[in-house]
């Protein structure tokens, strides 16, 4: 029998208060016990936009509890996939990683309609990643 950890995925954004949060919470809702998730912030902000926590509440999804964390390079080492959400080229690059880049509008100083289509693409982008790196029935 062989001792193989669940695949990790960091998320990040700049603020890490609303696509990185929004992208954690869904992969951790939706994988549970199959997924490491880790979500960071170049310049994390004080907390989490309040229009994301809104627009998760929507689909049953709680994030008011989420604080915005910094980036740091062990985060980054401790993944096995690194994706960004517009953060350029504050991420540390490391060989063996998986990195993806989700190009996503912002939601900072959005409201909860802009952010709604934004939720919506990450979670459609969420349920993919799910079934590639971490398919149901696969221990």
Known sequence: MSDTSPPSVLFVCVHNAGRSQMAAAFLTHRGGDRVQVRSAGSTPADSVN???VAAMAEVGIDV???VPKVLTVEAVQASDVVITMGCGDTCPVFPGKRYLDWQLPD???QGVEAVRPIRDDIE???HGLLDEIAPE???
């Open 107 to 109: 939601p900072a100083g």
């Open 124 to 126: 459609q982008r969420i």
């Open 64 to 66: 008011s509890a989420e």
């Open 50 to 52: 309040p229009a994301v």
């Open 137 to 139: 029935g696969q221990a």
